[in-house]
């Protein structure tokens, strides 16, 4: 018995590890990463009750899962926001500490695309999988998932529209069904799409529901039609003032409303934007059915969000080369083991902290060049947000350009651009604004407009400034603006000549 006892105590020690440790490759959960383009967050009912886009799918997966009210894409220092953004998605570094950044070289450590999501994974023993669309992204990243099938597919039909994606994914699990239980390893299936972004091609019974056509005449406005989405609350005929970038080509160039801001183009637009989202959610339904029936849905974390917001009329503009709510904030929705049903949360996170997440849950370490947090904490329910404090930045057109930071229901903007003559403030309470109205939306309420320029709040417009400064200086912003000290930094280049160096058609596809 003696002999026995040490042997027995031993295996069921074994036992007790096995059942529970997240190394293990059978223990560890798959992970669904679905990524649209140009998404705004109140374009979901979840978060804008008053929007007549319907997405059942999306519904039911924030009503069994975690919605995030807080998360935000860093920002950009340049036009086509989507590429810094999907940088940091992928490698979990911030904004200005990628390879795309100004002085990139510099800040980004060599081999980078090593220590990125694909890289990552794959490492650990997942099966890694890829659609989305090509270009605007990280391409040294995207091409080391395992199985990569991208294409920029925004047309009106199953080959060219979103349906494409779906059928990409779809494939890669009929495939992975028919490969015995005991050769599978665990999934991470990038699934991304080409659309909401313009140009917004649905499939016609789609856009027939949203009372939407392919408007392609510059010279005329588009019909209206009464299916069409309302105007978003906040609209504004024109912005009321240069942000620093207002001639990019998402302000003056999108197909289907060109620089016309007038009610029918801007409800036939987010008409055309309901079509294409809507298509996304039925291939999203797709994907999540065939999970359920392979019985690995249960066992999958999946997490919806989109790479930015978008304007299309919120406060006269198109594009996502601003920092309001309805362009720095990003829907954000998890579903998987051990996240509370219906559960709501504040989370503030970025999407750079998505990497950092997804290894937490996976018991995989985070690479060293991730600069991220995982918000793991947030999704088990032990905390309500991951930072206090939330910073912002375009600087895709004139320097310094635009920065925002926020903190609590506070948050400051603030505009600069010598070259142009810009220099503008804005600071919002967004407990009582959260729409980010301007004194041109004519609203009562004394303080759902601009503060800055209010006595009542010049230590609120202080202490907020300080704050951008210090998240300036902590996340190593390479401008200043003009109220701020220099802090000895290298003079930044000068603003290229509009065109300058580029074919019309480079400049863009560069925007894009």
């Known amino acids: 018995m003696c002999f026995f006892r040490p042997v027995l105590t031993l295996l069921?020690?074994?036992g007790v590890l096995m059942l529970s440790a997240p190394s293990g490759l059978a223990a560890r959960p798959n992970i669904l990463f679905i990524l649209v383009d140009d998404q705004s967050a109140f374009d979901l009912k979840m978060?804008?009750?008053k929007s007549t886009l319907e997405t059942p799918n999306l519904d039911k997966l924030a009503k069994e899962g975690m919605v995030f009210d807080g998360a935000y894409h860093m920002g950009s220092s340049m036009g086509a926001v989507c590429t810094p953004s999907r940088h940091m998605i992928m490698c979990g570094r911030t904004v200005w500490h990628l390879p795309v950044s100004p002085w990139g070289a510099k800040t980004s450590p060599p081999n980078l695309e090593q220590n990125t999501m694909p890289a990552v994974f794959n490492r650990a023993g997942y099966a890694t999988m890829r659609t989305c669309k090509m270009g605007n992204s990280y391409e040294a990243a995207n091409k080391l998932f395992t199985v990569r099938r991208d294409a920029t597919k925004r047309g009106g039909d199953n080959e060219s529209g979103s349906t494409w994606h779906g059928d990409q994914v779809m494939n890669y699990l009929n495939e992975r069904a028919a490969t015995k239980d005991t050769e599978r390893k665990p999934f991470l299936i990038d699934f991304g799409f080409s659309h909401p972004h313009d140009t917004r091609d649905g499939?016609?019974?789609?856009?027939?529901?949203?009372?939407?056509?392919?408007?392609?005449?510059?010279n005329t406005p588009p019909s209206e039609h009464s299916k069409q989405p309302p105007l978003p609350d906040n609209y504004l005929a024109k912005h009321p003032f240069d942000n620093t970038h207002i001639d990019v080509r998402d302000e003056v160039e999108v197909s289907g409303v060109w620089k016309h801001r007038d009610e029918a183009s801007i409800r036939n637009e987010i008409g055309r934007q309901y079509a294409c989202s809507e298509n996304i959610d039925i291939q999203i339904g797709r994907v999540l059915e065939k999970l359920k029936e392979m019985g690995e849905l249960e066992n999958t974390y999946i997490i919806y969000t989109a790479d930015h917001g978008i304007s299309i009329g919120h406060h006269g503009l198109m594009?996502?080369?601003?920092?309001?709510?309805?362009?720095w904030r990003v829907p954000f929705i998890v579903k998987g083991p051990g996240i509370q049903a219906g559960s709501r949360v504040e989370g503030n996170i970025y999407l750079l902290d998505i990497l950092a997440t997804l290894c937490d849950l996976a018991g995989i370490q985070a690479?060293?060049?991730?600069?991220?947090?995982?918000?793991?904490?947030?999704?088990?329910?032990q905390k309500k947000v991951i930072?206090?404090?939330l910073y912002g930045a375009y600087a895709g057109g004139s320097k310094p350009g635009m920065r925002t930071v926020k903190q609590g229901d506070w948050k400051l903007v603030q505009y600069e651009a010598p070259?142009?003559?810009v220099k503008e403030t804005q600071l919002f309470n967004l407990a009582v604004n959260p729409e980010e109205y301007l004194k041109e939306h004519g609203r009562k309420e004394p303080l759902q407009t601009n503060l800055a320029a209010d006595p009542a709040h010049a230590e609120k417009l202080k202490e907020m400034q300080a704050l951008l400064l210090s998240e300036m200086r902590r996340l190593e912003d390479p401008w200043r603006f003009a109220n701020q000290p220099g802090d000895d930094l290298p003079a930044p280049p000068p603003p290229a000549a509009k065109g300058a160096n580029k074919k019309k058609g480079e400049k863009k596809k560069a925007e894009e």
């Open 367 to 381: 690479p060293e060049s991730n600069e991220g947090t995982s918000f793991k904490p947030v999704l088990e329910g």
């Open 387 to 389: 930072r206090e404090v």
């Open 319 to 327: 594009g996502k080369q601003n920092l309001y709510q309805h362009a």
């Open 419 to 421: 070259d142009r003559g």
């Open 47 to 49: 978060y804008n009750p």
């Open 12 to 14: 069921a020690v074994f």
């Open 203 to 218: 499939r016609p019974e789609l856009l027939a529901k949203y009372g939407a056509t392919n408007h392609t005449d510059p």
